[in-house]
Each structure stands twice: as structure tokens, then as C-alpha cells.
T-cell receptor, first 114, second 115 residues
Framework: AQTVTQSQPEMSVQEAETVTLSCTYD???????LFWYKQPPSRQMILVIR????KQQNATENRFSVNFQKAAKSFSLKISDSQLGDAAMYFC???????????WGAGTKLIIKP | DGGITQSPKYLFRKEGQNVTLSCEQN?????MYWYRQDPGQGLRLIYY???????QKGDIAEGYSVSREKKESFPLTVTSAQKNPTAFYLC??????????????FGPGTRLTVL
């Protein structure tokens, strides 16, 4: 069965600095997708970034980028120039190509220090 | 504006009562999902539906029931058989197309508390 592990329950970073959140997953599939979602205090779940497993190039969205290591089954999220509005729970999620269900990690709470 | 609405935002239930959480979407999505979120845990899938009048159990369906009579609506009933229903409930929807663009969009959630 597929699993997603986020080993950092909580991370903190100084405003304007860079932080990396870790995510590892376990799967025997070759075609799949990976996502990072953000859940701020409002609890609205928002998609941050996504990655197709067949693409070697790491996805980027403005200040957010990923380091996708397929062989190592690792999918970390880097947030550059951290802002106070980045404070939230961040969830890593996995989906097989043939299935619409998402498998979720337990989340990492990100604290931004002013 | 297109999106997903959930109501109510807060819900209180007495033990032994059934309660129904509402989820409506106007994104014309085929698939809809219900998740439960507990502190320190990721989202867990309760039920999902890929088409009207059809739905499948997720990982933690016991004590819950759903219906999908309309494409835009997917209500969740928390029955008295659910032993620990206090949690945050999230509804989501998506297309049923293959590919990474098939992301799930989420509603604002309902906080259910058993008194």
C-alpha cells in the first residue's frame, strides 16, 4: 500500500529566509503525481504545487519549488523568502495515475518568525 | 464565483443523534470526496463518488453514510454508530480525468463536536 511520511511535525524559519519541508513516500507504481497543499489557520486547503513523476524537471511556482528525487522517493518543498502569510500546516499528498484518491502525509506545521 | 460550499461551519451533536453535513459545488466536477481531519493526522478518506448515484467507501466509512442524487451535491450523514465523530470534516471535488491537472478543490470545512 502507498504511504506518505512527513517526518517534521513542526518547522520554524525567520521571515525572508528559506525553509525546506521533507516528504517521503512509498509506492511500487511508476506513474503517479505528488502534491503539496497548504492549510492556513482558516483551515481552507489550498494547492501549492504539483509534480508529475514522469517529469525530471522540478516544479516551481513563484517562491515555492520542489526537489523531486524519484529513486529515493523523496519530494521536498522549498519556500524561499518566507513571508508571514506562509505560516500554515503543509501536507504532502500522493496520487496514482489510475486512481483519483489522494494519500496524505500527517502534515508539517510551519512557523514564521518576524 | 465557482467553488465548494460546506454548511454549517460549526455543528454540535448530542450522543445518539444523526447529523448531516452539506457539501455543494458549482465547478461541474464529476468526483466528490469526504475527508476527516484529526489533530496530528493527515486527511483520511471517508467516502468518494465519481458519478451521480454511485459512491465508494474510503478508509474510514464505518458510521458514515452518503448520497449522490445530484452532480453538485454530496451530503455526509454522521450516524450514531460513529463512536468518535468529533473532528473537522472537509469536502472536495475534482474532474475524473487522468493527469496532474486533476487536482482536488476543497471546501472550507465543518467542525463537528459531540456534546
Amino acid at each position: 500500500a502507498q504511504t506518505v511520511t512527513q517526518s517534521q511535525p513542526e518547522m520554524s524559519v525567520q521571515e525572508a529566509e528559506t525553509v525546506t519541508l521533507s516528504c517521503t513516500y512509498d509506492t511500487s507504481e511508476s506513474d503517479y503525481y505528488l502534491f503539496w497543499y497548504k492549510q492556513p489557520p482558516s483551515r481552507q486547503m489550498i494547492l501549492v504545487i504539483r509534480q508529475e513523476a514522469y517529469k525530471q524537471q522540478n516544479a516551481t511556482e513563484n517562491r515555492f519549488s520542489v526537489n523531486f528525487q524519484k529513486a529515493a522517493k523523496s519530494f521536498s518543498l522549498k519556500i524561499s523568502d518566507s513571508q508571514l502569510g506562509d505560516a500554515a500546516m503543509y501536507f504532502c499528498a500522493y496520487r496514482m495515475d489510475s486512481n483519483y484518491q489522494l494519500i496524505w502525509g500527517a502534515g508539517t506545521k510551519l512557523i514564521i518568525k518576524p | 464565483d465557482g467553488g465548494i460550499t460546506q454548511s454549517p461551519k460549526y455543528l454540535f451533536r448530542k450522543e445518539g443523534q444523526n447529523v448531516t453535513l452539506s457539501c455543494e459545488q458549482n465547478l461541474n466536477h464529476d468526483a466528490m470526496y469526504w475527508y476527516r481531519q484529526d489533530p496530528g493526522q493527515g486527511l483520511r478518506l471517508i467516502y468518494y463518488s465519481q458519478i451521480v448515484n454511485d459512491f465508494q467507501k474510503g478508509d474510514i466509512a464505518e458510521g458514515y453514510s452518503v448520497s449522490r442524487e445530484k452532480k453538485e451535491s454530496f451530503p455526509l450523514t454522521v450516524t450514531s454508530a460513529q463512536k468518535n465523530p468529533t473532528a473537522f470534516y472537509l469536502c472536495a471535488s475534482s474532474w475524473t480525468l487522468a493527469g496532474v491537472k486533476n487536482e482536488q478543490f476543497f471546501g472550507p470545512g465543518t467542525r463537528l463536536t459531540v456534546l
